[in-house]
């Protein structure tokens, strides 16, 4: 059956880019894309820049009447209070934020977020509005030990545990040895972890909210091997961190569709 899921290919800016740089990338992104006369109804496109940067996204965006979805990189697991650095799904949605990061192996690594912490903050997200986009993945250790997708099928599970059937998320499987190395996963291997994860999908949320949820890939993806994963029936799309800061190479992604053989 062919997937009615509108691809989505979403820009991790991580730690990078001020707010000043953000309306300077952000307006290059959309002279580019609007150049390429690029249909946002056919692959969607989303920036996710760090929190100092939203309002000034948020404000070009509406002002320019772009098509371009953003979103925070993270949440709080809280609604307000004693929460000292902490920014809440209220807050996020106030700047009609549509999309949310959580779970990011970043997070979970040098922050230490549980499964149950990844949990909490998507309960907040859906609770505002705001679709969450749940990362989960496997380090080269849990590979070696548990297989590709043991710890990825696992990690989803948690994160959508007592979620109403039917919510609507985004699922981005990064292989943490994938990330930032250069070393993309393959195609094949990918869609492996990604059929899985549909599966659980199906579990929690029901047979419609697989069938509707977009699952991407993300880890050292490039223009030059996004095509591939496209092709993949599971995958809806990609994460894309390093090369989501160069406005051509990352316009180049979004326009797979246009590279030979897709
Ligand atoms: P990368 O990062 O594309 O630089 O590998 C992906 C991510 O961390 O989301």
Not at 143 to 155: D, I, N, R, T
Request: net charge negative; hydrophobic share 45%; charged share 20%.
């Amino acid at each position: 059956m062919v997937s009615t899921r509108t691809p989505l290919i979403a820009g991790n800016w991580k730690m990078n880019l001020d707010h000043l740089q953000a309306i300077a990338f952000v307006q290059k992104l959309a002279w580019t894309l609007g150049d390429a006369k690029h249909d946002f109804g056919d692959v969607e496109v989303a920036v996710f820049p760090p929190f100092t940067d939203l309002r000034s996204v948020q404000t070009l965006i509406a002002a320019d009447k772009l098509e371009l979805a953003y979103g925070g990189q993270d949440v709080s697991a809280h609604e307000s209070g004693a929460y000292t650095g902490e920014i809440s799904a209220s807050f996020l949605k106030a700047l009609d934020a549509g999309y949310v990061l959580i779970g990011h192996s970043e997070r979970r690594q040098y922050h230490a977020e549980s499964d149950e912490i990844v949990a909490a903050k998507v309960k907040a997200a859906v609770g505002k509005g705001i679709v969450p986009i749940v990362c989960v993945g496997e380090t080269s250790d849990d590979l070696e030990k548990h297989g590709a997708s043991a710890v990825p099928v696992s990690q989803l599970r948690a994160a959508l545990d007592g979620l109403p059937k039917g919510t609507d998320v985004v699922v981005a499987y990064e292989p943490v040895w994938a990330i930032g190395s250069g070393q993309a996963a393959t195609a094949e291997q990918a869609e492996q972890v990604c059929a899985a994860l549909r599966e659980v999908v199906k579990e929690s949320l029901g047979d419609d909210a697989a069938a509707a949820t977009r699952i991407l890939y993300g880890g050292s993806v490039k223009s030059g091997n996004i095509a591939g994963f496209m092709r993949e029936p599971n995958v809806d799309g990609a994460l894309v961190g390093g090369a989501s800061l160069d406005v051509d190479e990352f316009a180049a992604i979004v326009r797979y569709k246009k590279h030979v053989g897709v």
